[in-house]
């Protein structure tokens, strides 16, 4: 399998910039999302490295192939780019059965008869609809039809599978499912997937490495862990994690080192950083995930304002003066609204970031001040 190599690509429309001179390496074997609210040029990303859509600018590289060069006029067509598309509404011929909606392509490239029935069982085993192969799409459900889009996309072998928005279609349960089958199929081809979605969570249980972009801007390129651990600014901070990072506002002073001073929920705190800082004083936002507020006990108070119990856990959101903070609570519990409540912020997860450039500037813990 090739790695695909970005190279300062950018595509205007008219004077529409939807994607800003991206640089991006996709290895051998990743499963890449490109994640990003709507328009932030994540499908047109997709595109231009399968060829439908021409970049303004820059070069693309799939394997030991350039595919396009503006500089050199190099544009390579799709066909001949050896990829795999998923569409998001799975586009099967609605008057062939499962097995010839899997075998049309293999037909089209003149493979042998023998080789493309070998084929086409290969895929109905792999992705287990066997017992549909005499059936149309319209006597599928969702979850079985896009189980043939799949089946027809990788039974020629592409090096490289792309997928945009495949499970967008599906009910809650399904797409659950099919995020499971998807990994798994990952692991089984031992091919490369690039895949489109809005759906942070999403992002999160499938990729090796998350593309996160914004108004056409490469945000940040990481593991999801890393990702969620260490954003590179706000927005990527926002964006990935459900219920949401808390950002509290503060005005951030030295103390010595890598520990700061500041004001917040009502308390004087310590913030004691994992890296050097340049600034002596500056206006910051202090990120904090649900997950390190641990409420009952802690010198921070506040009165719940409201509560989403799920089952498995619960979000809670404190009023705490001006500032609202949201928690979450693991195990089946809930609180009445308007109740007094005590919680402390604990952890060496709490992220310092810049106000002005909404860059990350640090991790570390923050403690009461003597």
């Given at each position: ?121 290969e ?37 490289v ?45 499938l ?12 945000q940040?390129?990481a ?23 808390n950002?509290?506002?503060v ?54 304002y ?65």
């Amino acid at each position: 399998m090739p790695k695909i190599v970005l190279d300062h690509v950018t595509k205007r429309f008219d004077k529409f910039v939807a994607v800003d001179d991206l640089s991006l390496v996709i290895e051998d074997r990743d499963f890449i999302t490109l994640l990003g609210p709507s328009g932030c040029g994540k499908t047109t990303t997709l595109r231009m490295i399968a060829g439908l859509e021409t970049p303004t600018e820059g070069r693309i590289t799939i394997g030991d192939t350039v595919v396009f060069d503006s500089s050199s006029g190099v544009d390579i067509s799709p066909a001949k780019r050896n990829i795999g598309f998923l569409f998001q509404n799975y586009a099967l011929w609605p008057h062939m059965t499962v097995y010839d909606n899997i075998a049309f392509g293999l037909e089209n490239l003149k493979w042998s008869s023998s080789d493309i029935d070998k084929r086409v069982r290969e895929m109905l085993q792999m992705l287990k609809i066997e017992q549909f192969e005499k059936r149309y799409p319209s006597e599928l459900s969702g979850g079985q039809q896009q189980r043939v889009a799949i089946a027809r996309t990788l039974a020629p072998s592409p090096k490289v599978l792309f997928m945009d928005e495949p499970l967008s279609n599906l009910d809650a349960k399904l797409r659950l499912e099919m995020r499971s089958e998807l990994k798994r199929l990952h692991v089984d081809t031992d091919s490369t997937f690039v895949y489109v979605t809005h759906d942070q969570m999403e992002a999160m249980a499938l990729a090796t490495k998350i593309c996160l972009m914004e108004k056409g801007k490469l945000q940040q390129y990481a593991p999801p862990l890393e990702v969620y651990d260490y954003p590179a600014n706000l927005f990527v901070a926002d964006f990935v994690g459900n219920p949401t990072m808390n950002f509290l506002p503060v005005d951030a002073k030295r103390v010595s080192g890598n520990t700061y001073s500041f004001s917040m929920l009502g308390k004087d705190l310590l913030f004691k950083g994992n890296c050097a800082i340049e600034e002596d004083s500056f206006k910051a936002v202090v990120g904090i995930r649900p997950e390190f507020i641990k409420l009952g006990e802690g010198q921070f108070s506040g009165v719940v304002y409201t509560t989403l119990p799920s089952g498995m856990e619960t979000t809670v959101k404190i009023k705490c003066g001006d500032d609202m903070v949201t928690a979450v609570v693991f195990g089946s519990v809930d609180y009445s609204h308007s109740l007094d409540m005590n919680f402390s912020v604990s952890g060496n997860g709490i992220l310092l970031f810049s106000k002005e450039s909404g860059k990350m500037l640090s991790t570390g813990t923050i403690e009461m001040m003597s």
